[in-house]
């Protein structure tokens, strides 16, 4: 079974930066994609952004220029380094991992907090 651990949420002030892992019990070359989504309170669970197994990425809109995801295979984590965060970025993230046979995993979630 394929357990997901997401870790460095937190309270940041906007402008600030966080960086969240996410780390895989298994290896994490195995699977297709990984994502990090996000939820507010209120409203859906959102793609934020996602990378393949041949390290392509894909960002949302909203989080281009900004947050950067990156995959160490060595380590089986992935990473979500988030720049000039802004209030809105306010939200529990999310790691996602879909496997070969399409079989989707996720974390328990990490709280961020943007405010002054």
């Known amino acids: 079974q394929v357990r997901l651990v997401e870790s460095g949420g937190g309270l940041v002030q906007p402008g600030g930066s966080l960086r969240l892992s996410c780390a895989a019990s298994g290896a994490i070359f195995n699977f297709r994609h990984m994502t990090w989504y996000r939820q507010a309170p209120g409203k859906q669970r959102e793609s934020v952004a996602a990378v393949g197994s041949g390290d392509s990425t894909h960002y949302a809109d909203f989080v281009k220029g900004r947050f950067t995801i990156s995959r160490d295979n060595a380590k089986n984590t992935v990473y979500l380094q988030m720049n000039a965060l802004k209030p809105e970025d306010t939200a529990v993230y999310y790691c996602?991992?879909?496997?070969?046979?399409?079989?989707?995993?996720w974390g328990q979630g990490t709280q961020v907090t943007v405010s002054s």
């Open positions: 996602n991992a879909i496997d070969d046979d399409f079989r989707g995993y």
